[in-house]
């Protein structure tokens, strides 16, 4: 009974947080710039901060994660880090030798009011940027937003600082990643593959954070996005953003700059969500669905009828960032699941808004709730008033599991306590199969415990 003390009685809170739903903005910028071939992320603050971020990343990948720090120490906390950034900026260079530093910023930098755009232009004009090198940089303060925040605006810095147009086009599709796995994103890749379209996927983690043993150390996988592809982004056909509050901002920044038209769509977790994807790609690039992946969507639906009966009526609580709890939402919606319970740490009144849109016809009386007060403490009280038969989202939600004895599966980030889910994918038609797979396993899993023995089945 690790959480005991969570009462059943809902009150109002406006100002305190038990157990958010959400980590920090530094977190999310992060993960987005290792998506950059050859670059270092580096972290505008103490070195508490960089050592929290590397350390979630690491634990969640099982991968080692580098990252530079400014390290402020008293000194630069009141007179601010311009000094800490320009020495780190030349000392990484001189050392590390990476082709990328991406500058994020924390609330200690934030607060004293630090411009990185400032100091950056400084580091060139000093020479401390050597040629052929480059250096971007975000505004990612962790008192607001979301580490969902964060990454989304360092996807857009990379769009608007890397991003150039020759004015002619160069037929390639520019697929904006949002927060997804690695194995997601090597699922995406493989898809437009059999479609024949000519994508540039970014930021891109395949071969960063699912590297295989090799026996030795290498700072700077083969993988990421290069610096020559993110300049190509602006010469683009058009964009195609997957996840409205992680991606959407890269695709809007090569519009505002370089007029390539985009369409934002959701993370394709689920049938419907990939069925848009796949349309929208293949319009996009001129060409028609292929019959291999017709025949992965069908394998996925035949799945779907022959258990149907195991899904049906099923009450379900998910909590986690936006992009990933709205498809996967409508996804289990189209399993005859009910989502009766939602929450996400992240901020944004679309939120509530689309999930209350997909839930209309079916639980149109579910608790939703996003934002600072949408925490895991609220998600308990819920559950104590109206139990669940199921529980979706990151290693944190073990402990509401335990305690009220419900079947979980983790979903999204962070997963501490367990591996594979940066190798095998939660997108497109096989990834839908996965998360079904899971949800039927731990659901019959908990039929046979509870059975009498009467009827306790071996065929199901």
Known sequence: MLLRHTTAEVKEREGLTINPAKTCQPIGALYA???????????????????????????????????????????????????????????????????VIAVHSTCLSETIGDDLQQIVTKAKDEGKVPEGKFVIHASTPSFVGSHVTGYSNMVAAMATQFAESTGEKNGQINIVAGWMEPSDMREIK??????????????????????????????????????????????????ISLGTYTAEAGAIALDKKH????????????????????????????????????????????????MQQYFHGKKVAIYGDPDHIIPLTEFLVSLDMKPVHIVSGT???????????????????????????????????????????????????????????????????????RVGHSYFPNVGYTGSMRIVEKILGVLMDRQDRDAPDEKFELVM
């Open 190 to 239: 493989r898809l437009s593959k059999e479609l024949g379209a000519k994508i540039l996927l970014f930021p891109d983690m395949t071969d960063v954070l699912d590297t295989p043993q090799t026996g030795k150390f290498d700072m700077y996988p083969k993988g990421g996005v290069t610096v020559p592809q993110m300049k190509s982004l602006g010469d683009a056909e058009c964009s």
């Open 347 to 417: 901020p944004g009144k679309r939120i509530e808004q689309r999930l209350r849109e997909i839930l209309a016809e079916t639980v149109p009386n579910a608790n939703v709730k996003n934002g600072p007060q949408a925490d895991l403490f609220l998600l308990h009280q819920w559950i104590k008033n109206e139990p669940v038969d199921l529980l979706i989202g990151n290693s944190h939600g073990k402990f509401i599991a335990r305690d009220e004895d419900i079947p979980f599966i983790r979903f999204g980030f962070p997963i501490v306590d």
């Open 259 to 306: 007029k390539v038209p985009f369409e934002s769509l959701d993370i394709p977790i689920g049938i419907d969500a990939t069925d848009r994807f796949m349309m929208a790609l293949a319009k996009a690039a001129g060409v028609e669905i292929p019959e291999e992946v017709t025949r992965e969507r069908g394998r996925l639906v035949d799945m779907l009828t022959d």
């Open 33 to 99: 710039a290792l998506g950059i071939h050859g670059c270092l992320p580096h972290s505008h603050g103490s070195q508490g901060c960089c050592a929290y971020h590397r350390s979630m990343l690491t634990r969640h990948f099982k991968e080692p994660v580098m990252a530079a720090t400014s390290s402020f120490t008293e000194g630069a906390s009141v007179f601010g880090g311009q000094a800490n950034l320009l020495q780190a900026i030349n000392n990484i260079f001189t050392i590390y030798e990476p082709d």
